[in-house]
């Protein structure tokens, strides 16, 4: 059996050291008798197993105790709609970052149900930076300030949170969850889909300040209540049990790599040596401004829509799969999110460099 190396944006690569453990667990977990895919949510081994997620949440990411974590469905889209049904309920306002695609569907949705204002911009520049604020950019009387942290697709992230004064602040960390250390003191909730980094497809993970639950809209669905699920530790319904359970063991796996100073290391060195190689290149170029260079995403473009689509063809046909840009983009984003490995990167690389002599 040969694996390739997939750099989709998501769903992502898992750890194979994580894939043959639950392989091993598939039939029998523990001594259940079952698979966790067959288990009940309710039952001691399922308790087990989410509240050893919590802890390695916690753990990991150093969430202060009054923090709660979620475990949600429907992606971070349905996040994009819940935010504002309980935030945005006190004068009404939200003020939006508008950092690329998912920040824009954001303050989109929450359009519908409030004044959700653009307060900076990097649309002039197809995204390709993070615009520059201070606090004074926003309503000291906003429910909330949003950003998108790590920008997937244009391969942006804040190295600095920005100051946002008392507004408390809301981040979208789908695509940069877990890949290195993060003041959760600094915001009123982060939350992120698992598939960008730390599970399969079907799990979304809210990270919330204890105060901002419980100010949910009179109209706002009991599954989009935060409080619902917070009073019932996130099994008011059936959660995704066997995503929850792939989570715990990637975090186990993060824990013993050494945590997320360890993780942030790793993830440097990987994109170091793409963008080490597209700065030397002649024919390969990086499209992110470089002070604002996300370690998990790298987009990247010949400058020929053709050769572009040669180089793909090509990649995939070695083993290199998922190379395709998103279509408001083109050119080639490899995501080289936590569970790539080194040699992934080292290859692609070693690869491109093949293919630029050809030419
Ligand atoms: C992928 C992605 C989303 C959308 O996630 P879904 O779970 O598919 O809804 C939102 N924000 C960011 C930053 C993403 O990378």
């Known amino acids: 059996?040969?694996?390739?190396?997939?750099?989709?944006?998501?769903?992502?690569?898992?750890?194979?050291?994580?894939?043959?453990?639950?392989?091993?667990?598939?039939?029998?977990?523990?001594?259940?008798?079952?698979?966790?895919?067959?288990?009940?949510?309710?039952?001691?081994?399922?308790?087990?197993?989410?509240?050893?997620?919590?802890?390695?949440f916690r753990s990991l990411m150093n969430i202060p105790d009054n923090y709660r974590v979620l475990f949600l469905q429907g992606g971070a889209w349905t996040q994009f709609s819940a935010i504002p049904l309980n935030l945005?309920?006190?004068?009404?306002?939200?003020?939006?970052?508008?950092?690329?695609?998912?920040?824009?569907?954001?303050?989109?949705?929450?359009?519908?149900?409030?004044?959700?204002?653009?307060?900076?911009s990097s649309a002039d520049k197809t995204f390709s930076y993070i615009p520059k604020t201070t606090a004074a950019d926003f309503r000291q009387d906003?429910?909330?300030?949003?950003?998108?942290?790590?920008?997937?697709?244009?391969?942006?992230?804040?190295?600095?949170i920005p100051d946002t004064g008392k507004v408390p602040l809301v981040a979208d960390i789908s695509s940069c969850f877990l890949s290195e250390p993060l003041d959760v003191s600094r915001f009123a909730m982060l939350y992120g889909g698992a598939q960008k980094n730390i599970a399969p497809a079907g799990l979304t993970v809210v990270i919330i300040r204890e105060d901002f639950i419980g100010r949910a809209r009179d109209i706002t669905p009991s599954m989009l209540d935060y409080k619902t699920h917070a009073d019932n530790g996130s099994m008011f319904n059936t959660p995704p049990c066997y995503t929850?359970?792939?989570?715990?063991?990637?975090?186990?796996?993060?824990?013993?790599?050494?945590?997320?100073?360890?993780?942030?290391?790793?993830?440097?060195?990987?994109?170091?040596?793409?963008y080490d190689f597209l700065d030397s290149s002649s024919l390969f170029k990086g499209t992110a401004a470089k002070e604002d260079r996300?370690?998990?995403?790298?987009?990247?473009?010949?400058?020929?829509?053709?050769?572009?689509?040669?180089?793909?063809?090509?990649?995939?046909?070695?083993?290199?799969?998922?190379?395709?840009?998103?279509r408001s983009v083109?050119?080639?984003?490899?995501?080289?999110?936590?569970?790539?490995?080194?040699?992934?990167?080292?290859?692609?690389v070693a690869f491109m460099s093949e293919f630029e002599k050809t030419l």
Not at 142 to 160: E, L, Q, R, S
Not at 258 to 271: F, I, V
């Open 88 to 120: 945005m309920n006190g004068s009404g306002k939200a003020d939006f970052i508008v950092t690329g695609q998912w920040a824009s569907k954001a303050q989109k949705e929450a359009a519908r149900y409030g004044d959700a204002r653009i307060v900076a």
């Open 294 to 326: 996300s370690l998990m995403n790298v987009p990247f473009i010949t400058g020929n829509e053709e050769t572009d689509k040669k180089f793909v063809a090509a990649a995939a046909e070695a083993g290199f799969v998922n190379l395709k840009g998103h």
């Open 330 to 348: 083109g050119g080639m984003p490899p995501s080289i999110h936590t569970a790539m490995p080194v040699e992934g990167v080292e290859r692609l």
């Open 1 to 56: 059996m040969s694996r390739v190396y997939n750099f989709s944006a998501g769903p992502s690569m898992l750890p194979e050291s994580v894939l043959n453990r639950a392989a091993a667990e598939m039939l029998d977990y523990k001594g259940s008798g079952q698979s966790v895919m067959e288990m009940s949510h309710r039952s001691k081994e399922f308790q087990q197993i989410i509240d050893g997620a919590e802890a390695l």
């Open 142 to 160: 906003a429910d909330y300030a949003y950003i998108c942290i790590n920008n997937t697709i244009y391969g942006t992230v804040y190295k600095k």
């Open 244 to 274: 929850i359970y792939m989570c715990k063991l990637v975090l186990e796996w993060l824990q013993k790599y050494g945590g997320l100073e360890a993780m942030k290391q790793k993830n440097e060195y990987k994109a170091k040596l793409l």
